[in-house]
Each structure stands twice: as structure tokens, then as C-alpha cells.
T-cell receptor, first 115, second 115 residues
Framework: DTEVTQTPKHLVMGMTNKKSLKCEQHMGHRAMYWYKQKAKKPPELMFV???????INESVPSRFSPECPNSSLLNLHLHALQPEDSALYLCASSQEPGLRYNEQFFGPGTRLTVL | AQSVAQPEDQVNVAEGNPLTVKCTYSVSGNPYLFWYVQYPNRGLQFLLK??????LVKGSYGFEAEFNKSQTSFHLKKPSALVSDSALYFC?????????????FGGGTRLMVKP
């Protein structure tokens, strides 16, 4: 299995809702990432998990809360989002966190719309 | 600090003609360089990478890239473009001494291949 899966594909939520995005990989990768991507722009790094521990938080607002329950799963919990948070949310993984030449494998993304 | 520049927002090529998508980078250490492609409403797909050694790197779908250290460039090339190559292309860099293991993306170049 050489892919990263993300659910749901699309999500529409109100500003008072609580929802979660899910990401899964079974490649044995020990680094996992959340990115936010606006239309026609490059992905912006949000969080990095190395060996299931949060290693980087790119000053993301607390309304985004990541969780890594095990080495294959990565969640992003959403609460009280703003319309400007509407974007494509991408999950990615790579082999060993310390090996900087490893490429990242991206999932298809979750298209989030906040009303 | 590390950065990537993709000087062209869009590149237009006729099918069957060679294509080049430009990328220049800046890092404080030795660079690891990557090219990704993104089709509409999809995640990023890895094409190729430069780690060390041969300056000409071959990747997926007939793409190749040439690393030029003196010009700090890593241009993506293909000898004969296909209409199906039309997509958004991102160049990315990570320095070998990047403690945070972060990948820096260029702004992206939209490739349009016309029949």
C-alpha cells in the first residue's frame, strides 16, 4: 500500500461546528504532516509529527487541533472555524523524519468550506 | 533560511514540443530539491528529486530535471509535452542542515499544453 488516504473528501461546516479530518497511511512512515492550501497557491505547513509526537506547529490558531493516535493515523480536529479557513487540507507522510532527502507522499486532500 | 522561486506563473506549450518549467532556490546548506505535480482538486504527486551526484535526474512520466549549482537552478524538462501534462507544478527545497525538516515550496507554475 503506497498511498495516503484522507476522509472526508469534502466538508461543509458552520462556524460553531466541531468536525475532524482523518488521514491514514500504511507505508510505515514515521513523519506525518498537515498542510493548508488555498487555490492556486503552494501548500502551507501547519503541523509536523515525528514518531507520533508533535515536532512543529507553525503558529496555527488553536481552533485547529492535531492528534496522532498511532503511527498510521493523523487527525485534525476543527472547532469554531472562520470562513477564511476554507481551503484544501492536505495530509502527507515521509519515511524517517531525520532523513531530509526523503520525499513526502500526499493524500488527495479534504476540501473544507466554512459558512 | 531557504526559499524557492518559480518565475513563471504559467507556461504555454504546444503538444509534442519540449517544455521547461523554471525553478531557482536559495539555501544555506546543500539542497535537496523536489518537483511535484498537482492536478485539479487533487493532492501533490511526487515527480523526481535531486539528492547528490548526477546533475540530470530522471523521474516519472518522462520528466527530468537538471541541477545547476552555479546558477542555483533546478529546471523541470520534458522532451515532448502531452495535453495530459497540463497541471500545476511545484518546485520545493530542503537544506541538508535544516533542523526543522521543513520543505519550502515555490509559488507554482501552471503548465498548459495545447493540442
Amino acid at each position: 500500500d503506497t498511498e495516503v488516504t484522507q476522509t472526508p473528501k469534502h466538508l461543509v461546516m458552520g462556524m460553531t461546528n466541531k468536525k475532524s479530518l482523518k488521514c491514514e497511511q500504511h507505508m510505515g512512515h514515521r513523519a506525518m504532516y498537515w498542510y493548508k492550501q488555498k487555490a492556486k497557491k503552494p501548500p502551507e505547513l501547519m503541523f509536523v509529527y515525528s514518531y507520533e509526537k508533535l515536532s512543529i506547529n507553525e503558529s496555527v490558531p488553536s481552533r485547529f487541533s492535531p492528534e496522532c493516535p498511532n503511527s498510521s493515523l493523523l487527525n485534525l480536529h476543527l472547532h469554531a472555524l472562520q470562513p477564511e479557513d476554507s481551503a484544501l487540507y492536505l495530509c502527507a507522510s515521509s519515511q524517517e523524519p531525520g532523513l531530509r532527502y526523503n520525499e513526502q507522499f500526499f493524500g488527495p486532500g479534504t476540501r473544507l468550506t466554512v459558512l | 533560511a531557504q526559499s524557492v522561486a518559480q518565475p513563471e506563473d504559467q507556461v504555454n506549450v504546444a503538444e509534442g514540443n519540449p517544455l521547461t518549467v523554471k525553478c531557482t532556490y536559495s539555501v544555506s546548506g546543500n539542497p535537496y530539491l523536489f518537483w511535484y505535480v498537482q492536478y485539479p482538486n487533487r493532492g501533490l504527486q511526487f515527480l523526481l528529486k535531486y539528492i547528490t551526484g548526477d546533475n540530470l535526474v530522471k523521474g516519472s512520466y518522462g520528466f527530468e530535471a537538471e541541477f545547476n549549482k552555479s546558477q542555483t537552478s533546478f529546471h523541470l524538462k520534458k522532451p515532448s509535452a502531452l495535453v495530459s501534462d497540463s497541471a500545476l507544478y511545484f518546485c520545493a527545497v530542503r537544506a541538508d542542515n535544516n533542523a526543522g525538516n521543513m520543505l519550502t515550496f515555490g509559488g507554482g507554475t501552471r503548465l498548459m499544453v495545447k493540442p
